[in-house]
T-cell receptor, first 116, second 108 residues
Framework: GAGVSQSPSNKVTEKGKDVELRCDPI?????LYWYRQSLGQGLEFLIY????????KSGLPSDRFSAERTGGSVSTLTIQRTQQEDSAVYLC??????????????FGEGSRLTVL | AQRVTQPEKLLSVFKGAPVELKCNYS??????LFWYVQYSRQRLQLLLR??SRESIKGFTADLNKGETSFHLKKPFAQEEDSAMYYC??????????FGKGTRLHILP
């Protein structure tokens, strides 16, 4: 596709349920990032994938959060046993690989998660 | 540890007045610094990066290693500059972290 695609765009769930958020990066981009955007907290780094290297999971706030990237392309962010404080916009971004990486991130429109 | 600090949550400036959005960073090494912008109902997008030393939409930013700052400046604000601005840092490991952002509001 032309840009980074995220789904769903909006998700309302009940506390305690699991949710999955999907990201389709730009074709050919080997780096993929997940961020959480909330009022007052700005853009919080969650996890970073680069090619076949082990992901940098240092930003995941708890073990309820996990992410996968299958085949070096599509990524899924999973939040188990959601809590109200998980409500936020989850942004995915991709960029070119390390060799040609200009550092520019291309963002999706985000998935807005509301936990009731 | 990598850290990006944007001290102002909200900055209100009259149209035609100068703008300065502050950004300070903490990093042991030579980072790459960026400014990203999010206009209303649009995706977050790159505004400029320090290695390019470019001016985009009249904005410039100079990396000051002594003060560990990368402030964003524009001499004359325009109404279309109203947006959310994020300063970002990329370290050796290519992890990119952002500050909490500053909302710029241009007053008519």
């Amino acid at each position: 596709g032309a840009g980074v695609s995220q789904s769903p765009s909006n998700k309302v769930t009940e506390k305690g349920k699991d949710v999955e958020l999907r990201c389709d990066p730009i074709s050919g981009h080997t780096a993929l990032y997940w961020y959480r955007q909330s009022l007052g907290q700005g853009l919080e780094f969650l996890i970073y994938f680069q090619g076949n290297s082990a992901p940098d999971k240092s930003g995941l706030p708890s073990d309820r959060f996990s992410a996968e990237r299958t085949g070096g392309s599509v990524s899924t962010l999973t939040i188990q046993r959601t809590q109200q404080e998980d409500s936020a916009v989850y942004l995915c971004a991709s960029s070119l690989g390390q060799v040609r990486n200009t550092g520019e991130l291309f963002f999706g429109e985000g998935s807005r998660l509301t936990v009731l | 540890a990598q850290r990006v600090t944007q001290p102002e949550k909200l900055l209100s400036v009259f149209k035609g007045a100068p703008v300065e959005l502050k950004c300070n960073y903490s990093y042991s090494g030579s980072p790459e610094l960026f400014w990203y912008v999010q206009y209303s109902r649009q995706r977050l997008q790159l505004l400029l990066r320090h290695i390019s030393r470019e001016s985009i939409k009249g904005f410039t930013a100079d990396l000051n290693k002594g003060e560990t700052s990368f402030h964003l400046k524009k001499p004359f604000a325009q109404e279309e500059d109203s947006a959310m601005y994020y300063c970002a840092l990329r370290g050796r490991d290519d992890k990119i972290i952002f500050g909490k952002g500053t909302r710029l509001h241009i007053l008519p």
